[in-house]
């Protein structure tokens, strides 16, 4: 089963540093935290154990995934993109079920089934696609397109 102490150090490392862009949609950041999210949070001095634990908290949810590729990548693409994430997932294993962006036991058991070599191409690829898309529609992000990409084909 996919575990989070395995997963969370390609997410902070995905996440990075302390950012304070004002350019960026994410706003004040360190680790991914956001202080748009968590305005109680005093986001410059925050630690790697307290992102982690907020991590744990409010985003991991794939303890149930058998293969951990699967449930990093998945994990990943989620702190990133949300529901959104989950969605992408649905649209790859999703036979006979309409997908809604809920991570729920239906996706869940649809991920175990499918094959990991598969739907770490496809969702890659899929990912790849969002974000390509997403810097033709806000060109000024376009900064940030290669590592995105990077993150989407890690």
């Keep these: 089963m996919a575990e989070f102490k395995l997963a969370i150090p390609i997410v902070l490392e995905n996440e990075g540093g302390y950012i304070n862009d ?3 949609p ?3 950041t360190k680790y991914g935290i956001s202080k748009r999210s968590y305005p109680a949070l005093d986001i410059k001095n925050l630690t790697v154990e307290q992102a982690t ?3 744990l908290k409010d985003f991991w949810q794939f303890d149930g995934i058998i293969d951990q590729r699967v449930g990093t ?3 990943d693409a989620y702190v990133n993109l949300k529901h959104r994430a989950i969605l992408y997932a649905q649209q790859i294993v999703f ?3 309409t997908p809604d962006g809920v991570y729920g036991p239906e996706t869940e058991d649809a991920l175990n089934r499918a094959d990991p070599n598969a739907f770490l191409t496809a969702f890659r690829a899929r990912l790849s696609t969002h974000y390509e898309q997403w ?3 806000h ?5 940030d397109l290669e590592g995105l990409l990077r993150r989407a084909n890690q």
């Design 22 to 24: 004002p350019n960026d």
């Design 26 to 28: 994410g706003g004040e």
């Design 53 to 55: 634990a907020i991590y």
């Design 73 to 75: 990548k998945l994990f």
């Design 95 to 97: 036979k006979s079920l």
């Design 135 to 137: 810097v033709m529609l």
């Design 139 to 143: 060109p000024e992000e376009q900064k």
